[in-house]
């Protein structure tokens, strides 16, 4: 699911893709993270404090605007949200998402002309620079 | 350890003053002179008045023949405040000279009498901290120490240690009253010889009442326990600190976390603090927090070893159980919660800054890595047993911050509570509408949350502030049993509890000690029906008629001494 995320994040094009596509991604990353939130990991605290996160940086995208009204590209039904990766392995893959989605999301509020827009997706990067921090193995 | 000043301090430093007095007294009484030792008491029993007035029942609500009867602490603080009343009538009848302020009186015993004047001064002072008045006057709570000022055992505890001061206190100046006289002492004497007199009243009724319900040292600990009301500063770790002061740094950030979290529950649904930011924040901190509180407690257990501890073993297991459930019960409503937002968005109240303080405290305390933060990332391995708690008597302070902490959750839940219900209430719950079915074509990014949701979230939050109170009473039965700092925080639980349900009786008076099964006042053995105990006499009969003689006796001092101007006071005894 991450990787279909990230590919979506970098393919998107237009402000409205970037949104879209971001949005979708923070959905993403807490429907890979709650499975994972297990407190005998030591990965708990990362996970629980990562997910909240996630949804704040959804909700400032909700506000955007230039944000479409449902979703550009339905998840498609075969796709299962959980594939029973290690906890470590997940970590690694939404810092990695949400490093991307911190670069992508900077550059859009840069260029955007709406500046409810520019705010959400400002608001939404710092979102994902947060998870970034909390689930990188290196911090 | 805290340093905030505690009405103990102050209750303390009038005890030694009384005593000092005493001492001084029994040592030189060369220099006293009754109508400066008059002066000074009068200055004792008009702020053992005033405690009074804050404690008993106005004059409108004494029981009438309608009225159930009082209680034997109800019993007491009537005839205690009628006591005082007595007492300083007759000192300011008879003394018509005072000193001026900042003029030190000339004896030992008057001296000590003015120092206990100012202590328990100050201590009413602090106690009223806690308390406001609104317009209407009626009373208000500044924090959440008030509703354990105003409680029941508080307040019997209380009024038990003015008794004490008054039992100490009337010898000593009766000494004086009874000192050759001269012209000029002749009246300052009658004066002091009549309020010692119902100091010793006063003593006797509160006795009554001990004997009937006494106060127990628990709630006596609370009573000094009670903290100055002053914001508490922030505790700021550099990752360097001794073991010692992260118990500390916790126990100030619980006390921080919970005094914000009596604010925030408080707000009204205007607030621009009640956000889903917030509550998210406060949910996910609070998850994190819970954890450590298991890592601590489950640490500790390991850390008490052997046959001797193995009762405060197994409590600790069953609070770091209680804290792993406090904790799921967190993680599914910051899971609930990542589901809504409110109408205003990006702002974090003052309550979900001390969450995340109080997650960071205990998170440091909980692993072994220094500089652990929020945000450090994963791969933290728990602090050893032996490092939490280097030495055996560090183990009551360890489990004092694990204790305060999961006292602190309990008031986080209450009040996230608190705030789910007024946004609801409020219409201020919503949901973003991209997660709302395509069905429902809604031209706005945020709907109105569904009545489900909000059901949902409160419910959460019930059982979580219940796993989190369970955490609670399982680590206050361990500090009990090795008698940690905190010991204090389930008592002032269950005062706050008392003090809430009589706050909301009709009959308040009467509420403190509580009936029995049989829905009577609960009632102990008298003098009478003692002193036939003591003799081995077990007949139904002789031991009911003692009952019936004690509660004459009972009924006869209660009216002697409420008939006000008609009566000269009891003799104290010598």
Known sequence: MMDTAQQRLQEADGLAAVLDAAYAAFEGMLSVIYPVQDPASGLFAAFVMAAASAADGRNALALAPSLPGHPLLAVPAEQKPWSGEPPERVAEEVAGLSHLMAERLTRTAASAPDTGDRAACRHAAQSARDICGMLSTGA | ?574
């Open chain 2, 1 to 574: 350890m805290t340093t905030r000043p505690a009405f103990g301090d102050f209750l303390t430093a009038a005890r030694r003053h009384v005593s000092a007095a005493v001492a001084g007294h029994q040592a030189d009484r060369s220099g006293e002179h009754a109508q400066e030792v008059a002066d000074s008491l009068l200055h004792v029993i008009t702020v053992m008045s005033r405690y009074l007035q804050d404690i008993a029942p106005t004059p409108g609500s004494m029981p009438s023949r309608a009225s159930p009867p009082l209680t034997a602490w109800g019993q007491a603080r009537l005839t205690a405040r009628d006591a005082l009343t007595h007492a300083a009538r007759h000192l300011r009848q008879h003394t018509w000279v005072t000193r001026a302020p900042g003029v030190a009186a000339r004896s030992e015993l008057a001296r000590q009498l003015d120092a206990t004047a100012v202590a328990l001064t100050t201590g009413r002072d602090l106690l009223h901290t806690h308390l406001a008045r609104d317009l209407h006057g009626a009373r208000q709570f500044r924090s959440e120490w008030g509703l354990v000022v105003c409680s029941p055992p508080t307040e019997q505890a209380l009024l038990a240690e003015l008794a004490w001061l008054a039992h100490q206190i009337a010898p000593a100046c009766l000494d004086v009253a009874r000192s050759a006289s001269s012209l000029d002492t002749a009246a300052a004497q009658r004066g002091l010889r009549a309020a010692c007199g119902w100091l010793q009243a006063l003593n006797g009724s509160v006795q009554a009442a001990h004997r009937a319900d006494p106060v127990s040292v628990t709630d006596r600990d609370l009573l000094l326990a009670i903290p100055l009301n002053v914001p508490l500063p922030r505790p700021v770790l550099d990752g360097g600190e001794p073991v010692a002061s992260l118990y500390d740094a916790v126990i100030t950030s619980a006390e921080r976390a919970r005094h914000a979290a009596w604010v925030m529950g408080a707000q009204p649904a205007w607030s621009p603090h009640l956000t889903a930011d917030s509550l998210r924040h406060v949910a996910a901190t609070s998850t994190v927090t819970s954890h450590h509180c298991e890592i601590l407690l489950r640490s500790l257990a390991a850390r008490t070893t052997g046959s001797e501890t193995a009762t405060v073993r197994a409590s600790l297991l069953r609070a770091a159980d209680a804290a792993g459930r406090a904790r799921d019960g967190w993680l599914h409503l910051a899971r609930a919660l990542n589901q809504v937002d409110t109408d205003t968005m990006r702002h974090l109240a003052p309550t979900a800054g001390e969450a995340g303080d109080l997650a960071l405290c205990t998170g440091r305390l909980a692993y072994a890595d220094a500089a652990w933060t929020l945000s450090s990332g994963p791969g933290h391995q728990p602090r050893p047993p032996q490092d939490l708690a280097p030495h055996p008597a560090d183990v009551p302070q360890a489990l004092a911050a694990a204790h305060h902490a999961c006292d602190a959750m309990i008031s986080q839940a209450y009040a996230q509570r608190e705030r789910i219900r007024t946004a609801a209430s409020a219409d201020r719950l919503l949901v973003p509408t991209r997660s709302l079915p395509d069905s429902m074509d809604i031209p706005r990014p945020f709907a109105p949350a569904l009545p489900d949701h909000a059901h949902a979230l409160l419910s959460l939050s019930q059982d979580t502030a219940e796993a989190a109170a369970e955490a609670s009473a399982q680590a206050g039965e361990a500090a009990a049993a090795i008698r940690a700092p905190s010991r204090h925080l389930t008592a002032a639980r269950v005062a706050a509890r008392v003090g809430r349900d009589a706050s909301t009786s009709p009959q308040r008076p009467a509420a403190s000690p509580g009936p029995d099964v049989t829905g009577h006042p609960r009632e102990d053995p008298g003098a009478v029906q003692a002193a036939l105990h003591r003799l081995g006499v077990n007949s139904p009969d002789l031991l009911q008629r003692a009952a019936d003689i004690d509660r004459a006796g009972a009924h006869l001092i209660l009216e002697a001494t409420g008939r006000e101007h008609q009566h000269e006071p009891p003799e104290a005894e010598p």
